[in-house]
């Protein structure tokens, strides 16, 4: 089993729509978790973040977590052609030494139809 | 803009070179990392520095050597690489611990290496 997984796309929304993403792991220590956006040939860029049960919402961006089942989902609302991109579900686990192991999803490839 | 700046931004180097990639990071953050990404496939984490010393090593092979000279230094020593090796190299940096530490990693825009 992956640490964490994703369905790899490509999602198709139309403009406008709420595209929704998800995501489970498998390591039930971890303690923070991320969405990342990555435009083709860019780096990964923090959208949200979150690190108790329930939902985070942050402009068109909602983050849900529910830590008994082991899910994350990342809800788009309002839909725009700049969101599509791959979407990275990524888990933390803080260090003992210091730092964080951050590990990623495979990403999602979301696309946003005219 | 990112606050963790690399460079260079491209780099083509043949099996037999010796090079460098350089990450700098002004936001005094303490833990420093590198990861490989390859195109299609998600970051994987090559090297965690913690307070300039390393705190994790993904069984990355030899011909890849970390350094952090200071805390707002880190970087990535190449030798011998093979063309499967060729990837974009992303620096992160993150606060090391404590309250300040969320787990969020602040990502450098990449090198791009190309090994011929």
């Known amino acids: 089993q992956k640490e964490v997984e994703q369905n790899s796309g490509p999602l198709s929304v139309p403009e406008g729509a709420i595209a929704s993403l998800n995501c489970t792991y498998s390591?039930?220590?971890?303690?923070?978790f991320f969405w990342y956006r990555q435009y083709s040939g860019k780096s990964p860029e923090l959208i949200m973040s979150?690190?108790?049960?329930g939902d985070k919402e942050d402009g068109r961006f909602t983050a849900q977590l529910n830590k008994a089942s082991q899910y994350v989902s990342l809800l788009i609302r309002d839909s725009q052609p700049s969101d599509s991109a791959t979407y990275l579900c990524a888990v933390n686990r803080v260090l003992t030494g210091g730092g964080n192991k951050l590990t990623f999803g495979t990403g999602t490839q979301l696309k946003v139809e005219l | 803009d990112t606050e963790v700046t690399q460079t260079p931004k491209h780099l083509v180097m043949g099996m037999t070179n010796k090079k460098s990639l350089k990450c700098e990071q002004h936001m005094g953050h303490r833990a420093m990392y590198w990861y490989k990404q390859k195109a299609k496939k998600p970051p994987e984490l090559m090297f965690v520095y913690s307070y300039e010393k390393l705190s994790i090593n993904e069984s990355v092979p030899s011909r890849f050597s970390p350094e952090c000279p200071n805390s707002s230094l880190l970087n990535l020593h190449l030798h011998a690489l093979q063309p499967e090796d060729s990837a974009l190299y992303l620096c992160?940096?993150?606060?090391?611990?404590?309250?300040?530490?969320?787990?969020?990693?602040?990502f450098g825009e990449g090198s791009r290496l190309t090994v011929l």
């Open positions: 979150i690190y108790s049960n």
């Open positions: 992160a940096s993150s606060p090391r611990g404590g309250l300040t530490n969320t787990g969020e990693l602040f």
């Open positions: 390591d039930r220590v971890s303690q923070s």
